[in-house]
């Protein structure tokens, strides 16, 4: 599975962007799907992940109520509507992937697979 993120920009606090991660292979629609991000000088943290289906979602609790992840399995891609964003978001985001059966869903950076390249997230204040 080969993953691409794009979809990162500037834009002002309170404001929405939509990331897109485009998978490509056959059994893209078998993975789990996460979001993760690294802000300059820290670690790689989760944001969200959705598992095969989109039945079951998680988020880190400093985005909860602020970005929603999705799945389009038929356009093999997975988005992250981030609404209402901070200048703490402001980060490179990337999605990454594992195969996974039934619901099951993950989000420790260990438990990943495939990784895509990132995209860059500014929030200015």
């Known amino acids: 599975v080969q993953l691409q993120a794009f979809g990162g920009g500037l834009v002002q606090a309170g404001g929405s962007l939509r990331l897109s991660c485009a998978a490509s292979?056959?059994?893209?629609?078998?993975?789990?799907v996460g979001w993760f991000r690294q802000a300059p000088g820290k670690e790689r943290d989760f944001v969200a992940a959705?598992?095969?289906?989109?039945?079951?979602?998680i988020y880190a609790d400093s985005v909860k109520g602020r970005f929603t992840i999705a799945r389009d399995d038929a356009k093999n891609t997975v988005y992250l509507q981030m609404d209402g964003l901070k200048p703490e978001d402001t980060a490179v985001y990337y999605c990454?992937?594992?195969?996974?059966?039934?619901?099951?869903?993950?989000?420790?950076?260990?438990?990943?697979?495939?990784w895509g390249q990132g995209t860059e997230v500014t929030v200015s204040s």
């Open positions: 292979g056959r059994t893209s629609s078998r993975c789990v």
């Open positions: 990454a992937a594992r195969p996974a059966i039934n619901t099951a869903i993950y989000y420790s950076l260990s438990d990943y697979t495939y």
């Open positions: 959705i598992s095969r289906g989109g039945g079951n979602t």
